[in-house]
């Protein structure tokens, strides 16, 4: 049989920027439809970070640590809870992505499209990433008048270039769990809240690694997020540069590389979402 | 030259029958925790369909139609046999086919809390479409499919399941595609939008370059738009042929006029339409 070619499709030559696009789109839609959960989240989000942030007025009330000591407390968990707030949000966003397709109904429907797996991946991580940015943005304009920390050893362009720099690897990550639902289509979505949970304990999000049992010390290097609160940290409360952070800088970049290799993963996502039934 | 559009080689799909982890733990595990059977869906399924006709798959519920719509889209593996879509396989050049294809199923699947319009615009732009395209393209559908365009800017779930469905149908047919998969598309709607969806099938079919399968259990459907019917039942193509031609077939010296198509189906393959086969016939090996 002579192939044939669609002549309207081939006549729309689109680039993958413009397809991936379309996906970020579509969740700015989604979100502004569903404006009363993203208010929601929005208030848990506050309330969670203030909660945490004030154990470290506790200690100071409490005579536990000075006044200098208590607000580097403050800023530590101020700021591990505004970046696991910004990791939750990119690892929710993508990793639930063919959850919530199910969920709507439209995977089929948005698998059957002439869309490389990885640009649907893409699209969903720039989305992804942007609406964290703007919920956790939010989240510290709110909570920070609660607090009078002082941020004048602040390097806020090494902060910048940490969060850049891993939000690909979290990205990765979210790829990574957000692919377990069509591999296991009956426990996939409570797989990747796993994942997500191991993160948090691994990472030292409200303490350091080190108080953690050796062996899930080594775990922890496993996490991109355990680099990324160190980084944020050095570059917030020790007002380390660039420069200083360059090994933390190369091993997110490494990381980043490593998940960016994900065209053979999502061959096999594409395989394992066409032998179920009804994926 | 008659150019076949769509070409479908012994094609046998089942679920199950994978490694069995339940084994490495079977010492926890309840002694009923025993693993489902094989379930072939299909079973050496062939046909072709040739270009610009419409081609009804006719069969009760559960007898394999929408697996094999669902191996035509590129969503599931054939477990034996290829398709061929246009000369390209579903399989080793899936990217090309679903170019060429496109599919309303009896399901409308859409975001519920997103307009008809804004649904119609995510649908467009992954295959291709610009916005300004879809936005000329979204009404003109709209309205000859009988759809209210002061609608489209409504949540689709504050819409009728009729008027859902129109929009299921613009879907599809906004990425002009080729070869359509039209699998139970006027299931559940009231007989107004039944006709207005058949209505535009029909005018699409006549209008333009386009190639339809139609699975259906409506006999009367089936009747008004196929130009040839296949008949599937237990996974298997039972009979092939126009509507008359399988009306002859049952004849046996009666006027054909005077009998009921699905005389014709129970005759054929032994099942009555209305009646749901099993999910899948078990294998009696799984």
Request: proline letters at 4%; one cysteine or more.
């Amino acid at each position: 049989m002579a192939s044939f070619t669609n002549p309207m499709a081939a006549s729309r030559s689109t680039g993958p920027v413009i397809l991936a696009w379309a996906f970020v789109e579509r969740q700015t839609n989604l979100w502004k439809r569903y404006w009363a959960w993203e208010l929601v989240w929005l208030v848990y989000g506050v309330v969670n970070t203030l909660a945490i942030t004030f154990i470290a007025r506790e200690v100071e009330q409490a005579g536990i640590a000075g006044a200098r000591d208590a607000n580097d407390l403050v800023l530590f968990l101020l700021l591990g809870t505004l970046v696991w707030a910004y990791l939750s949000a990119v690892l929710d966003d993508i990793s639930l992505v063919i959850t919530w397709e199910r969920w709507e109904g439209t995977i089929e429907h948005t698998l059957m499209a002439p869309v490389p797996r990885w640009v649907h991946l893409v699209g969903m991580s720039v989305f992804g990433v942007l609406h964290a940015i703007v919920r956790t943005l939010l989240i510290f304009a709110i909570a920070l008048p609660f607090f009078a920390v002082d941020f004048s050893q602040a390097d806020w362009l090494a902060a910048v270039a940490v969060m850049a720099v891993g939000s690909v690897s979290i990205a990765g990550l979210g790829i990574l769990a957000g692919v377990l639902p069509l591999l296991y289509p009956e426990r996939g979505t409570q797989m990747s809240f796993m994942v997500q949970a191991v993160v948090l304990l691994i990472s030292g999000v409200y303490y350091s690694v080190e108080v953690l049992p050796g062996w899930l010390q080594i775990l922890s290097y496993a996490s991109p997020a355990t680099y990324i609160l160190d980084g944020i940290r050095g570059a917030i409360i020790e007002g380390e540069g660039v420069g200083a952070l360059a090994e933390t800088l190369a091993i997110l970049a490494l990381f980043g590389a490593l998940w960016c290799r994900f065209p053979s993963l999502c061959s096999r996502w594409r395989s394992a979402g066409r032998s179920a039934p009804g994926s | 030259m008659e150019q076949q559009a769509l070409k479908v080689t012994n094609v046998s799909k089942y679920f199950g029958g994978g490694f069995d982890y339940r084994k490495l733990v079977s010492w926890c595990l309840p002694v009923t925790a025993s693993r489902p059977a094989v379930a072939h869906v299909l079973r050496d399924v062939s046909f072709e369909v040739r270009r610009g006709e419409v081609f009804g798959l006719i069969g009760a519920n559960g007898s394999g139609k929408s697996t094999l719509v669902r191996v035509l889209s590129t969503l599931l593996l054939p477990d034996s046999g290829s398709v061929e879509v246009f000369g390209h396989d579903v399989v080793k050049a899936s990217g090309s086919v679903r170019a060429l294809i496109n599919r309303v199923s009896a399901d409308p699947s859409f975001f519920r809390n997103m307009s008809s319009y804004e649904n119609l615009l995510f649908f467009g732009r992954i295959y291709g479409l610009s916005p300004g395209e879809i936005r000329v393209l979204v009404p003109e559908v709209l309205r000859r499919l009988g759809f209210k365009e002061e609608m489209a800017s409504e949540p689709m779930n504050h819409l009728s399941r009729g008027q859902q469905q129109k929009v299921a149908v613009a879907r599809s047919f906004l990425t002009s595609p080729v070869m359509m998969l039209l699998d139970e598309p006027t299931t559940g709607l009231d007989p107004r939008s039944r006709r207005d969806v058949q209505r535009f099938i029909r005018d699409v079919q006549r209008d333009h370059d386009v190639t339809i399968l139609l699975t259906t259990h409506d006999m009367e459907e089936a009747e008004i738009l196929c130009d040839r019917i296949s008949f599937i039942a237990g996974g298997r193509i039972v009979a092939s042929g126009t509507p008359l031609e399988l009306r002859e077939r049952v004849a046996r010296g009666r006027p054909v006029e005077e009998i009921d198509m699905e005389d014709v189906f129970m005759e054929l393959t032994g099942h009555d339409l209305e009646e749901d086969e099993a999910p899948a016939e078990m294998a009696a090996h799984g």
